[in-house]
């Protein structure tokens, strides 16, 4: 078992920035991909980014936040952030942690999530 935990969900106005936070505990997380993804009512759960835990360097992002969203992580904490820059209204959405031992940009094969923090961008 993976257990999740988001945090850092807001309201914030178009140009802001937010960080989104993941408390990551459970089995070893050597063995699996940290990812985010957002929901809107009505739509599918979609990608945003994701990596290995232990390969930063192999993070994807959607290209819809390219430039714009940076995804970290801490082992100390065990923890995987979110920092989302030049918000824009489009990106109002639920965000959800992800965790599993497959990447895939489909949120049917992913596992473990988290409950979810809304994200809100408005003026």
């Known amino acids: 078992q993976v257990q999740l935990v988001e945090s850092g969900g807001g309201l914030v106005q178009p140009g802001g920035s937010l960080r989104l936070s993941c408390a990551v505990s459970?089995?070893?997380?050597?063995?699996?991909?940290m990812g985010w993804f957002r929901q809107t009512p009505g739509k599918e759960r979609e990608f945003v980014s994701a990596?290995?835990?232990?390969?930063?360097?192999?993070?994807v992002y959607a290209d819809s936040v390219k430039g714009r969203f940076v995804m970290t992580r801490d082992f100390v904490k065990s923890e995987v952030y979110l920092h989302m820059d030049n918000l824009l209204v489009e990106d109002t959405a639920v965000y959800f942690c992800?965790?599993?031992?497959?990447?895939?940009?489909?949120?049917?094969?992913?596992?473990?999530w988290g409950q979810g923090t809304q994200v809100t961008v408005s003026s």
């Open positions: 459970g089995r070893p997380l050597s063995k699996y991909y």
């Open positions: 990596f290995p835990w232990t390969g930063i360097t192999s993070t």
């Open positions: 992800g965790a599993d031992q497959r990447f895939s940009k489909s949120s049917s094969t992913w596992h473990y």
